[in-house]
Structure formats: structure tokens, C-alpha cells
């Protein structure tokens, strides 16, 4: 399974690159920083899985879902942030089609592959 990051935070990135690589059916294709960013590298990368950052600079990530998934709805989107759902900075984090929402500290191989179903 081909997976995008999308984080600004370079260490986050790493340590999630770090946690996705362990699981043997998943292949980092790419890391970006921003939500522009990410509808860009969703299109050319061609990832079945993107695990996005809900508060991004420029689009966040809730927007950001909704351009990629309006591309190609086959993908499969997790949201992810440090705060809990109802703490988002994002409005419309329910309706914009990713397949769920993970705290950055309950991030694990095993969920994101029960999302990316």
C-alpha cells in the first residue's frame, strides 16, 4: 500500500515514516508539509493512503481531503492531530470524506490499516 505524508512538522513526518515502514504492506512514496502541497503530490505520487495532519499552513487538512478525494475518491484518507477531534482548528472534519481520525499519539501500523480498509 502506497502512503503519503502530510505534516509541517519534519519530525512528526520522520517518526511516522519510521512507524509506517514497519508494517511490511506499506511503501512511504512521499512526505509534504502543506495541504497545497498535498493535493499536488496525491495526483502525481498516486498513493492509496494518505495520512494527513488536520492543521496544515495554506488549506488545511480537512480541505485538503476534500480536493483529493473530489480527484480520485478511491483513496483512502486518515486525519491526524496532537488535539482531539471536537479541538479542531478545521471546520467539517465529519463530512469531508476521510475514512477517520487518529490522535498523533494513538497512531499505530495496526489502525491505519483497519482505516485504509
Not at 3 to 25: G, H, I, K
Not at 35 to 45: F, I, K, N, Q, W
Not at 53 to 67: A, N
Request: hydrophobic share 45%; glycine share 8%; proline share 5%.
Amino acid at each position: 500500500m502506497r502512503v503519503l505524508l502530510v505534516d509541517d512538522n519534519p519530525e512528526f513526518r520522520a517518526l511516522t515514516r519510521a512507524l509506517v515502514s514497519a508494517e511490511t504492506r506499506f511503501e512511504v512514496v512521499g512526505e509534504v508539509g502543506t495541504g497545497e502541497d498535498a493535493v499536488t503530490a496525491a495526483r502525481d505520487l498516486n498513493p492509496d493512503l494518505i495520512v494527513m495532519d488536520v492543521c496544515l499552513p495554506g488549506i488545511d487538512g480537512v480541505e485538503s481531503t476534500r480536493r483529493i478525494l473530489a480527484e480520485e475518491p478511491r483513496r483512502a484518507v486518515v486525519l491526524v492531530s496532537a488535539r482531539p477531534a471536537e479541538d479542531q482548528c478545521g471546520d467539517g472534519l465529519a463530512d469531508c470524506g476521510a475514512r477517520g481520525f487518529v490522535r498523533k499519539e494513538d497512531l499505530d501500523p495496526a489502525t491505519l490499516l483497519a482505516l485504509a480498509g
